[in-house]
């Protein structure tokens, strides 16, 4: 079937723009976490949810970056005011059941974001 | 704090070889550790985990707890298994749902 799927795969904005990242997951997984992965380093966490609500939100860097999962299925990454630091690529995964990282992961392709 | 350690950025090795690619982590309690696997041009997936004590591909990691050690072991390295490989961590209890990655290790097999 298919997999996580993101959209953009590439997003270049220039300093001040800002962007939005979709990540539409496995059709019933309840469970929704976005990463950041900078250049030559492993993901970080950076949010989760359960169906629509976000319970977790540590790992966001800034109250620049938002998330949201309205309807408990596609979520949305919102980065206000994009900093040259925010270049990174941004994972999306999701999994069947509530919480639990030992139920397996899936993860997507990934939004490769460029900020000039 | 959680953190996982990969001390070895590229590995290389000849197809046929034995390779370990090592892990070390720090974490207060008793962990699940997990490898995860991205070759070239694909997205990342898991390819391990400790608690399933199970084999994929040929590849085995034993957590030992007392050297806080999960390295991921193969006896006979393909030229397929070249890929980038992330170990990671899970704490227990109400934030288990969240994985810290280490730096990863990119794992070349040569003809």
């Known amino acids: 079937g298919a997999g996580v799927s993101q959209s953009p795969r590439y997003k270049v904005a220039k300093r001040g723009q800002d962007v939005a990242l979709r990540c539409d997951p496995i059709?019933?997984?309840?469970?929704l976490f976005w990463y950041q992965q900078a250049l030559g380093q492993g993901p970080e966490f950076l949010t989760y949810?359960?169906?629509?609500?976000?319970?977790?939100k540590s790992g966001l860097p800034s109250d620049r970056f938002f998330a949201e999962r309205p309807e408990g299925s596609v979520s949305t990454l919102k980065i206000q005011r994009t900093q040259q630091e925010d270049s990174a690529v941004y994972l999306c995964?999701?999994?069947?059941?509530?919480?639990?990282?030992?139920?397996?992961?899936?993860f997507g392709p990934g939004t490769r974001l460029t900020v000039l | 704090a959680q953190r996982v350690t990969q001390p070895e950025k590229l590995l290389s090795v000849f197809k046929g070889a034995p390779v370990e690619l090592k892990c070390n982590y720090s974490?207060?309690?008793?962990?699940?550790l997990f490898w995860y696997v991205q070759y070239s041009r694909q997205r990342l997936q898991l390819l391990l985990r400790?608690?399933s004590r199970e084999s994929i591909k040929g590849f085995t990691a034993d957590l030992n707890k007392g050297e806080t050690s999960f390295h991921l072991k193969k006896p006979f390295a393909q030229e397929e298994d070249s890929a980038m490989y992330y170990c990671?961590?899970?704490?227990?209890?109400?934030?288990?749902?969240?994985?810290?990655f280490g730096k990863g290790t990119l794992l070349t097999v040569n003809p």
């Open positions: 995964a999701s999994s069947l059941v509530p919480g639990g990282a030992t139920d397996t992961q899936y």
């Open positions: 059709s019933g997984h309840v469970s």
């Open positions: 949810f359960q169906n629509e609500a976000q319970l977790d």
């Open positions: 974490y207060s309690g008793s962990p699940e």
């Open positions: 400790h608690i």
């Open positions: 990671a961590l899970s704490g227990r209890g109400g934030s288990n749902y969240k994985l810290t």
